[in-house]
């Protein structure tokens, strides 16, 4: 009995402001958005940093006339090397034919080949940093017969600033959107419980206790965040579609996306159902 009488009060609260409760929703669904649309952003920065890792191969070019036996049991002594493999001087110039493509007809005009012999070198996983590639770096540059190293660290390292930069502003936005959120819930609570003060006078005369009278509020905010979470969802995807047709990566996790959003629309329209309810508790003290 409790909780069907429950469940019709709070369709009757919805339903006497039923225009707010829907602007709200709608409101609250721009403020999610935003923070989903940093969300995903990171997802994708996280998805970008992971395929860099997969790929991380250093490059370390050797003098002329510097043999691989010279150099290979040294390079396999450094701690992180996984994988070693050697590159002459004509395999690096067909791979540079393949990756010029049709513009391979530039390199016609050479008298000799430019390019040195290398070694290839994968690292394990726990090495996979723009700090341990340094560090490998220039363990390779001391060893007699390695001219030159390269590997991108610096693109990585930008990478990882910016992963940074960007969850960090994540936390800031969630904490704003979390306010805003609970604000604009707060607002339409206390709107909706002075509209029907009498009837929750009258609730409490006869008996009904607190729970009972306070329930229906808290669940028109669940589902106020809830509906502003399935809005929020359905902005989010649409912009997703509209990217990844430029994008040939782009990552959009979709049920677990529509979950958060679920989710934290659901926290924050309990969150904000409570605030409203003690703040109304107080003023009557």
Request: aromatic share 10%; with cysteine.
């Amino acid at each position: 009995m409790g909780f069907r009488f429950i469940g019709k009060e709070t369709f009757r609260t919805i339903k006497s402001s039923l225009l707010n409760f829907f602007l709200s929703a709608v409101v609250q669904a721009l403020c999610l958005l935003l923070l989903l649309i940093f969300l995903t952003i990171t997802l994708n920065l996280f998805s970008l940093i992971k395929e860099t890792y997969a790929r991380i191969e250093i490059y370390a070019f050797l003098e002329d006339k510097v043999s691989y036996s010279q150099v290979a049991d040294k390079v396999f002594l450094i701690a992180g090397v996984k994988e070693v493999r050697y590159v002459s001087k004509d395999e690096a110039l067909e791979e540079l034919k393949e990756d010029l493509g049709e513009d391979q007809a530039l390199l016609s005009g050479l008298d000799k080949n430019p390019l040195p012999n290398s070694i290839r070198i994968k690292l394990e996983p726990d090495y996979h940093s723009s700090t341990a590639l340094k560090e490998i770096e220039d363990k390779l540059t001391n060893i007699s017969g390695i001219r030159e190293v390269w590997s991108g660290r610096e693109v990585l390292g930008k990478l990882e600033r910016l992963l940074r930069i960007v969850l960090v502003s994540d936390i800031g936005i969630l904490i704003i959107v979390g306010i805003a959120v609970i604000f604009i819930i707060l607002q339409n609570i206390e709107a909706t419980t002075f509209q029907r003060r009498r009837e929750i006078e009258i609730m409490r005369l006869v008996g009904a206790t607190e729970f009972l009278v306070s329930a229906p509020f808290y669940f028109q905010g669940l589902l106020q965040g809830i509906l502003g979470g399935i809005f929020a969802f359905i902005g989010l995807a649409s912009i997703a579609y509209f990217v990844s047709l430029s994008l040939v990566s782009f990552f959009f996790p979709t049920l677990p996306l529509f979950l958060l959003s679920l989710i934290i629309g659901a926290i924050l329209g309990i969150s904000g159902s409570y605030v409203a309810l003690s703040r109304i508790k107080e003023a009557k003290k």
